[in-house]
């Protein structure tokens, strides 16, 4: 299957600071990839769709100048959590699809705590 | 948009089968997915129905029937290894982005 890779796995920072966050597709070109988050015990939500070469589209209620995305190209988005706060320690998970129908494949995961 | 729902938790004995169900209510239907997750990492893909009916890979089979907006994942031979959380996700007509259940953890014990 296609391999999406994900990092830092983990990051902890200070209340106030910014983290990013890289997700490449490391064998196959990804024109949109996808950011969700997910608190404990619960589902995975989407926070935005990350379109190379134009801005990303964010969901409702998903501030996007806290979430900052950014895909400069084919097989690399990057997600920047500013001004980061206790309330946004979460698991931060990007995913792509090689073709439209295929099914999505997830990086590992960052796991973010703020403190 | 969607409604999906799965039960919360559900425990098994290892060797058993278990079927962990889902329905939704979409706005057209194009696809259903099943991921496995174990805790701290992310999704891996078990599954994908877009037909009314059964695919098996496996230990694991999923179902699905579109009338109904339902579908199953049965678990056969179950290992401790299955201990996991189980999540449905669907996509609706005209998307290719699926939205995903609250996942279904499951407690394999000896």
């Known amino acids: 299957g296609a391999v999406v890779s994900q990092h830092p796995s983990w990051v902890i920072c200070k209340s106030g600071t910014s983290v990013k966050i890289e997700c490449r597709s490391l064998d196959f070109q990804a024109t949109t990839m996808f950011w969700y988050r997910q608190f404990p015990k619960q589902s995975l939500m989407l926070m935005a769709t990350s379109n190379e070469g134009s801005k990303a589209t964010y969901e409702q209620g998903v501030e996007k100048d806290k979430f900052l995305i950014n895909h400069a190209s084919l097989t690399l988005s990057t997600l920047t959590v500013t001004s980061a706060h206790p309330e946004d320690s979460s698991f931060y998970i990007c995913?792509?699809?090689?073709?439209?129908?295929?099914?999505?494949?997830f990086g590992q995961g960052t796991r973010l705590t703020v403190v | 948009g969607q409604n999906i729902d799965q039960p919360t938790e559900m425990t098994a004995t290892e060797g058993a089968i278990v079927q962990i169900n889902c329905t939704y209510q979409?706005?057209?239907?194009?696809?259903l997915f099943w991921y496995q997750q174990h805790a701290g990492e992310a999704p891996t893909f078990l599954s994908y129905?877009?037909?009314?009916g059964l695919e098996e890979k496996g230990r694991f089979s999923s179902f699905l029937s579109r009338s109904k907006g339902y579908s199953y994942l049965l678990l056969k031979e179950l290992q401790m290894k299955d201990s996991a959380s189980y999540l449905c996700?669907?996509?609706?007509?005209?998307?290719?982005?699926?939205?995903f259940g609250r996942g279904t953890s499951l407690i394999v014990h000896p």
């Open positions: 979409t706005s057209g239907f194009n696809g």
């Open positions: 995913s792509a699809n090689p073709t439209v129908n295929t099914e999505a494949f």
């Open positions: 996700a669907v996509r609706d007509g005209g998307s290719y982005i699926p939205t």
């Open positions: 129905n877009v037909l009314d």
